[in-house]
């Protein structure tokens, strides 16, 4: 039972250039969300997804886009990134209701 | 949409004493409030939680308090340990959940 599991853990990015984190779990949760974790900042909501085919804007959408490719899979797409994407993301999911979130490990992104 | 305010934003303790986090909210539909404690490069892991139908819970040192009428809630660690010593994150819930901006905690032997 692996949790919830990201990919990559470290990435680095030129201005303008795209990517995809990946995240999937095996507890077969309903929600999962997509975080972005600066300094000082806690942990800011970008997009969730209440349950497979649906998805939701959080507090700092802009630049991102999301796909709940399953019940499994949640993806988070930077198709132009920006230095002020440099940040740590973060894959939860959770339970039907307002249940305890299960994080992942964490993406280390760098935009130069 | 919802606010989490979250106070103080750095605590210092010595071993042994009381720590307290306070936290408000702004949405009166929020029905779930978690707590999270993350160590210095480590994901965030739930410590506590409490929903809307119980004013105060508590789990060994741990224990979370509820005001709905006032919209805050608080964590508090007693005899407080070195390995305490890490960042908490409030968070409120109804629909989703968004966090507190966070409090560095550091427990001095």
């Known amino acids: 039972n692996a949790g919830v599991t990201q990919t990559p853990k470290f990435q680095v990015l030129k201005t303008g250039q795209s990517m995809t984190l990946q995240c999937a779990q095996d507890?077969?949760?309903?929600?999962m969300y997509w975080y972005r974790q600066d300094p000082g900042m806690g942990l800011r909501l970008i997009y969730y997804?209440?349950?497979?085919?649906?998805?939701d804007k959080g507090e700092v959408p802009n630049g991102y886009n999301v796909s709940r490719l399953n019940k499994r899979e949640f993806s988070l797409r930077l198709e132009s990134a920006a230095p002020s994407q440099t940040s740590v993301y973060f894959c939860a999911s959770s339970g039907q209701e307002p249940y305890e979130q299960y994080f992942g490990p964490g993406t280390r992104l760098t935009v130069t | 949409g919802e606010n989490v305010e979250q106070h103080p934003s750095t605590l210092s303790v010595q071993e042994g004493d009381s720590a307290v986090i306070k936290c408000t909210y702004s949405?009166?539909?929020?029905?779930?409030f978690p707590w999270y404690k993350q160590e210095l490069g480590k994901r965030p892991q739930l410590i506590i939680d409490i929903r809307s139908n119980v004013g105060e819970k508590k789990d060994q040192r741990i224990a979370v308090t509820l005001n709905k009428t006032a919209k805050h809630f608080s964590l508090h660690i007693t005899e407080t340990q070195p390995e305490d010593s890490a960042v908490y994150f409030c968070a409120a819930s109804y629909d989703k959940v968004i966090f507190g901006p966070g409090t560095s905690l550091s427990v001095i032997p």
């Open positions: 949405d009166s539909a929020s029905n779930y």
């Open positions: 507890m077969n949760h309903n929600s």
């Open positions: 997804s209440a349950s497979e085919g649906t998805t």
